[in-house]
C-alpha cells in the first residue's frame, strides 16, 4: 500500500495548484490527478449534482487503488465531504477548508476578503468557518466570476482576466481589506495578476495549498503510509473529458512547476 499514489482531484486544472504543492512537500510520492474537465465549471451547479460528480470521481481514484484522496475543489469539499468519508471510510481523504483563520488571526484592518465560487460560499462549511474564526473581523465574500473559465482557457495574463479580478476585488478592497483569501483551487493561478491589481494596498493573498500538503503528510506520518525510498514516483493525469483536456491537464501541471 505504501507505493501505492496519492489521487488528486477538482472539477478541471484548478486542482493543480494542490498538486503543484503535494509534490513540493512530498517528492517521493507518486500522483493521480484527476480533472473532471467534462462537467467543469461546478461552481453555480445544485449540490446533489456535485455530490453525484464527486462520488464518481472519487470512486475513480479508489478504483486505481490511490492510499489517500485529496479532494482539491472547495465546491466538492463544500457539497460532498462528510457523504464522500462516509462512503470511502476506509481511505483518508483531505479537502480544501476556506483559509478564513489564518486570515482572520493575521488582519491588521479588522476586514477580511474571501473570493470563492458561489456554491462554496453559501455552503454550511464556508458558513461555520467564517463564524467561529470570524468573531469581531468583517468578513466580505465575494465570487470570482469568470475566473474559472478564464483559467481553463489559459486565459490568466490578459486585460479581461485583469478586468475580471478589478470587479470581483472592488468591494472588499474599498471596505479597507488586507487580507485576500481565495476559496477555489482555480484563483492561485490569477495570482500575478491579482498582485498586480491590489499593488501598494497592503493586501496579504492567502492561498491554502501548502497547507493542504502539510496536512497530507501529517496523514502518511499518522497512517504509516509513505513511500519507500527506492521507488522512483510518478505522475499521471486522468479526466472524464476528451485526450485533448488530458494532455492539457498534463501540460498545464508541467508549467505550474516554474
Ligand atoms: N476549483 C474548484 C474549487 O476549488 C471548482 C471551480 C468550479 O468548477 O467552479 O472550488
Same mark, same amino acid.
Given at each position: 500500500?505504501?507505493?501505492?499514489?496519492?489521487?488528486? #482531484? *477538482?472539477?478541471?486544472?484548478?486542482?493543480?495548484?494542490?498538486?503543484?504543492? @503535494?509534490?513540493?512537500?512530498?517528492?517521493? %510520492?507518486?500522483?493521480? #490527478?484527476?480533472? +473532471?474537465?467534462?462537467?467543469?465549471?461546478?461552481?453555480?451547479?445544485?449540490?446533489?449534482?456535485?455530490?453525484?460528480?464527486? *462520488?464518481?470521481?472519487? !470512486? /475513480?481514484?479508489? +478504483?486505481?487503488?490511490?492510499?489517500?484522496?485529496? @479532494?482539491?475543489?472547495?465546491?466538492?469539499?463544500?457539497?460532498?465531504?462528510?457523504?464522500?468519508?462516509?462512503? #470511502?471510510?476506509?481511505?483518508?481523504?483531505? !479537502?480544501?477548508?476556506?483559509? @478564513?483563520?489564518?486570515?482572520?488571526?493575521?488582519?491588521?484592518?479588522?476586514?477580511?476578503?474571501?473570493?470563492?465560487?458561489?456554491?462554496?460560499?453559501?455552503?454550511?462549511?464556508?458558513?461555520? /468557518?467564517?463564524? $467561529? #474564526?470570524?468573531?469581531?473581523?468583517?468578513?466580505?465574500?465575494?465570487?470570482?466570476?469568470?475566473?474559472? %473559465?478564464?483559467? %481553463?482557457?489559459?486565459?490568466?495574463?490578459?486585460?479581461?482576466?485583469?478586468?475580471?479580478?478589478?470587479?470581483?476585488?472592488?468591494?472588499?478592497?474599498?471596505?479597507?481589506? +488586507?487580507?485576500?483569501?481565495?476559496?477555489? /483551487?482555480?484563483?492561485?493561478?490569477?495570482?500575478?495578476?491579482?498582485?498586480?491589481?491590489?499593488?501598494?494596498?497592503?493586501? /496579504?493573498?492567502?492561498?491554502?495549498?501548502?497547507?493542504?500538503?502539510?496536512?497530507?503528510?501529517?496523514?502518511? +506520518?499518522?497512517?504509516?503510509?509513505?513511500?519507500?525510498?527506492?521507488?522512483?514516483?510518478?505522475?499521471?493525469?486522468?479526466?472524464?473529458? *476528451? %485526450?485533448?483536456? $488530458?494532455?492539457?491537464?498534463?501540460?498545464?501541471?508541467?508549467?505550474?512547476?516554474?
Amino acid at each position: 500500500m505504501n507505493n501505492a499514489p496519492i489521487g488528486i #482531484y *477538482d472539477s478541471g486544472l484548478g486542482g493543480l495548484t494542490v498538486w503543484r504543492e @503535494v509534490r513540493r512537500a512530498l517528492p517521493g %510520492e507518486s500522483l493521480v #490527478y484527476l480533472g +473532471d474537465g467534462k462537467n467543469c465549471p461546478y461552481g453555480s451547479r445544485p449540490r446533489e449534482e456535485i455530490c453525484r460528480l464527486a *462520488d464518481d470521481a472519487v !470512486g /475513480t481514484l479508489v +478504483d486505481r487503488g490511490c492510499k489517500l484522496i485529496v @479532494v482539491a475543489c472547495n465546491t466538492a469539499t463544500a457539497a460532498a465531504i462528510g457523504f464522500l468519508r462516509r462512503k #470511502y471510510a476506509t481511505i483518508p481523504i483531505v !479537502g480544501m477548508e476556506p483559509a @478564513v483563520k489564518p486570515a482572520c488571526l493575521a488582519t491588521r484592518s479588522g476586514v477580511v476578503g474571501v473570493l470563492a465560487t458561489e456554491r462554496s460560499l453559501d455552503g454550511e462549511l464556508f458558513r461555520r /468557518t467564517a463564524a $467561529r #474564526y470570524g468573531r469581531g473581523v468583517q468578513v466580505i465574500t465575494a465570487p470570482g466570476r469568470g475566473f474559472v %473559465e478564464l483559467v %481553463e482557457n489559459d486565459r490568466e495574463q490578459t486585460a479581461e482576466a485583469e478586468a475580471c479580478v478589478r470587479r470581483a476585488v472592488e468591494g472588499m478592497l474599498s471596505a479597507g481589506a +488586507d487580507q485576500i483569501v481565495l476559496g477555489c /483551487t482555480h484563483y492561485p493561478f490569477l495570482l500575478p495578476t491579482l498582485k498586480r491589481v491590489v499593488a501598494g494596498r497592503g493586501v /496579504t493573498i492567502v492561498d491554502p495549498s501548502p497547507a493542504v500538503a502539510n496536512r497530507v503528510g501529517q496523514l502518511l +506520518d499518522e497512517f504509516g503510509l509513505h513511500a519507500t525510498p527506492d521507488r522512483l514516483p510518478a505522475y499521471e493525469f486522468l479526466t472524464f473529458a *476528451d %485526450e485533448a483536456y $488530458r494532455q492539457h491537464l498534463a501540460a498545464k501541471a508541467l508549467h505550474s512547476l516554474r
